[in-house]
């Protein structure tokens, strides 16, 4: 039997908004299994919610360079968040995201490639020995359009560009730049603040649908309801899945009505922006996200430090 340390607990209340001991009590019925315990409260009724993103703990920057109608976003890792506001730091990140908007996304062909007479992965070392902390390339991801825009935004913003969450959406259209430049803003700020799974039902990873499914059966089976209506009621359940989690379908957070989802709101702008629009594609980037960071005791690193440890 896994040990459930007090440490597990705060986490899964925090993904699930569950109580304390409904939380100690899925953690023992899983043996610890995060997974499986926030599945579990579900199939109960006693999570409140049904995703939370992970607790993000690495820091650095996310950092965006647009370029025409092709964009990349990056994001730069380093050991604390006084390094974000380190110009040095900050001139890295642009370099990063430029090299990329030239050689592609893969993380050691932007390393290996050259600035200059150094290569990036030079460079690196170098601002490391400078500041005196480390400090990666963790991923790109870039986006391109025949004829429109790539929409961005940065949340957090610390300077042009650069930021804790960055957001491109990837708009072809014939239509006015400057209008379809402005839709593209929103598009991204939505994504930004909604964080959508995918741009529709077919992007969901099958697993996720499969966990979904299973989720929805044996809460609807504990529940007592015949086999038989299951099915029928865990699809109903998955369009309401879709609704909230991906990005066409979602609520537009710039419509106050809140009915119409994006893809309406997009529908309704082809008439403003003169030419039809279609969302190729989006990325959104958060700062750390899937990274765990050791939690560490400030005042005992200081008592340590100081010898009296």
Sequence with gaps: MAEITAQMVKELRESTGAGMMDCKGALKETNGDMTAAQDWLRKKGLSKAAKKAGRVAAEGLVGITVQGTKAVVVEVNSETDFVARNDLFQGLVKMTADV?????????????????????????????????????????????????????????????????????????????????????????????????????????????????????????????????????????????????????????????????????????AEGKIGGPIQIKGFVRYALGEGIEKQETDFAAEVAAASGQG
């Design 100 to 268: 990329a908007m030239k050689v592609g996304t893969d993380v050691e062909a932007i390393k290996a490639a050259k600035v200059g007479s150094i290569t990036v992965g030079d460079a690196f070392t170098d601002t490391i020995a400078k500041i005196g902390e480390n400090m990666t390339v963790r991923r790109a991801a870039v986006l391109e359009v025949g004829k429109g825009v790539i929409g961005q935004y940065i949340h957090n913003a610390v300077s042009e560009g650069l930021g804790k969450i960055g957001v491109l959406v990837a708009l072809e259209s014939p239509g006015k730049t400057d209008e379809l430049t402005a839709l593209g803003r929103q598009l991204a700020m939505h994504v930004a603040s909604s964080n959508p799974l995918a741009l529709d039902a077919s992007g969901v990873d099958p697993e996720i649908i499969k966990r979904e499914k299973d989720v929805l059966a044996d809460k609807f089976r504990q529940q007592g309801k015949p086999e038989a209506m299951i099915e029928k009621i865990v699809e109903s359940g998955l369009k309401t899945f879709y609704k909230e989690q991906t990005f066409l379908e979602q609520p537009f957070i710039f419509d106050d009505s809140g009915k119409k989802s994006v893809a309406q709101a997009v529908k309704e």
